[in-house]
């Protein structure tokens, strides 16, 4: 385990062996996230470093959805978002078969 000292500046030096093991460079940003009484840092990802992360994720895909239990109107909006997106992805199928149908 690593340690560091808040400065007077409220700075801190992340020690050399984390910033070599997480590859931290210089001028990156840092998110901080307290969860009750710790604080966690972690590294902002750009869109670029996340593509592909949900690629072993297939189909149906189970989410927990008590939230949507306490919240009716926001569980409306998720099924009608849902409805939307699986009748796109639909209609892509249908055009990707049809182009694939037609160059035989």
């Known amino acids: 385990m690593s340690s560091a000292t808040l400065s007077s500046k409220f700075q801190i030096l992340i020690p050399k062996d984390i910033r070599e093991s997480m590859n931290l460079k210089p001028g990156q940003k840092l998110d901080f996230i307290q969860i ?56 892509n199928a249908k055009v990707a078969n049809t182009a694939k149908n037609a160059r035989k």
């Open 36 to 91: 009750g009484g710790t604080l966690r840092v972690v590294p902002q990802r750009s869109m670029k470093d996340l593509f592909g992360m949900a690629a072993h994720v297939t189909e149906p895909f189970e989410r927990d959805r008590s939230d949507l239990d306490d919240d009716p109107e926001l569980k409306t909006q998720v099924e009608a978002k849902l409805k939307r997106v699986l009748a796109a992805e639909r209609a």
